[in-house]
């Protein structure tokens, strides 16, 4: 079965950097990649949604890459604020199936 | 225009009650997805309405669980008899019938402890 990866370490930056965060998957290819954001207690956001055909897609400060060479996707947050933090989670789902399968998450941390 | 919302938003039952969540999905929304994440373990898919049908339940645990979406509009997930394992959060989603890969909106969340 699909699993995904995500550092299960939270990932403290300072304010103003750029913060990375990383989900790799195994075996095959998803037909679209989601990254969502999650604060405590609440539900999870819909942050970007990145197509198999897709190398890169840009949202304001968020950037999403996605090669499925590698079965990696990054997930960057240029010039990082205080509110940034949260966990991130990825999601993949196939074509003809709207299930969501998810990674655990990572928490990141942006220090003033 | 209101979000995805759930009721109860906490409920503590003992081993062996029943409970009934709801979830009302964002108006005009023909999928409806409940999800669930229990201590530890990453958000876990459990089934997929679109309007009344079920178009997937593969996730579903096993048959103490029980969802229903009569109308198409509002959906509730059952739990009879709760067991300990069944505590956790319970997520239901929502989105519009298009092409793949449209956004899903999360609801807050139904918290269960069972004791």
């Known amino acids: 079965s699909q699993k995904i990866e995500q550092n299960s370490e939270a990932l403290n930056i300072q304010e103003g950097k750029t913060a990375t965060l990383t989900c790799n998957y195994t075996n095959y290819s998803p037909a679209y990649l989601q990254w969502y954001r999650q604060d405590p207690g609440r539900g999870p956001v819909f942050l970007l949604l990145?197509?198999?055909?897709?190398k890169e897609k840009r949202k304001e400060r968020l950037k999403v890459t996605f090669d499925t060479t590698l079965k990696q996707s990054l997930f960057h947050i240029t010039a990082s604020q205080p509110a940034d933090s949260a966990t991130y989670l990825c999601a993949l789902s196939y074509t003809g199936r709207r299930a969501l399968t998810f990674g655990s998450g990572t928490r990141l941390q942006v220090q003033p | 225009e209101a979000g995805v919302t759930q009721f109860p938003s906490h409920s503590v039952i003992e081993k062996g009650q029943t409970v009934t969540l709801r979830c009302d999905p964002i108006?005009?929304?023909?999928?409806l997805y409940w999800y669930r994440r229990v201590m530890g373990k990453e958000i876990k898919f459990l089934l997929h309405f679109v309007k009344e049908s079920k178009q997937d339940e593969s996730g579903m645990p096993n048959n103490r669980f029980l969802a229903e979406r009569t109308g198409g509009t509002y959906s509730t997930l059952k739990v009879q008899p709760a067991e300990l394992e069944d505590s956790g959060v319970y997520f239901c989603a929502s989105s519009q019938i298009t092409g793949g890969g449209n956004t899903i909106y999360f609801g807050e969340g139904s918290w269960l402890t069972v004791v």
């Open positions: 108006s005009g929304h023909d999928n």
């Open positions: 990145i197509r198999e055909n897709e």
